[in-house]
C-alpha cells in the first residue's frame, strides 16, 4: 500500500504563490507517475500535472508558464509551485501517484487551495 500526504494549501489573494507538498509512503514502486489534481465546486477532477520518476512533465495548458511541478526521488516527496495564482484556481487539489507496472492509482485526502480577494 502507498499513502499519500498533501500539505501546504490556504487562502492566497490574485497574483500570489503557494507551495503543495506530498509525501509518499509504503510500498512505492520505483517506476511511477506523480501527478497533482484539482476539484472545483461542481466540476470534475481534473488533472494539473504529473511528473514521471524519470522527470518528463506534463502540464494543463490552465496552469502552464504559472505553475511547476517537481519530485524529490530520494525523499519521495512531490511538489506544485503555484504563481500567479487566479480565483479560477480554487480547488481541492489533490495528490497522485501511479503504480506504472500494475496501474494501481493512490490518491491523498486533498489540500484545499482558495484564491480570493
Known amino acids: 500500500q502507498v499513502q499519500l500526504e498533501e500539505s501546504g494549501g490556504g487562502l492566497v489573494q490574485p497574483g500570489g504563490s503557494l507551495r503543495l507538498s506530498c509525501a509518499a509512503s509504503?510500498?512505492?514502486?520505483?517506476?511511477?507517475?506523480m501527478g497533482w489534481y484539482r476539484q472545483a465546486p461542481g466540476k470534475e477532477r481534473e488533472l494539473v500535472a504529473f511528473v514521471t520518476s524519470g522527470g518528463v512533465t506534463k502540464y494543463a495548458d490552465s496552469v502552464k508558464g504559472r505553475f511547476t511541478i517537481s519530485r524529490d526521488n530520494a525523499k519521495n516527496t512531490l511538489y506544485l509551485q503555484m504563481n500567479s495564482l487566479k480565483p479560477e484556481d480554487t480547488a481541492v487539489y489533490y495528490c497522485n501517484l501511479r503504480n506504472v507496472l500494475t496501474k494501481n492509482d493512490y490518491w491523498g485526502q486533498g489540500t484545499q487551495v482558495t484564491v480570493s480577494s
Open positions: 509504503g510500498s512505492i514502486f520505483s517506476i511511477n507517475i
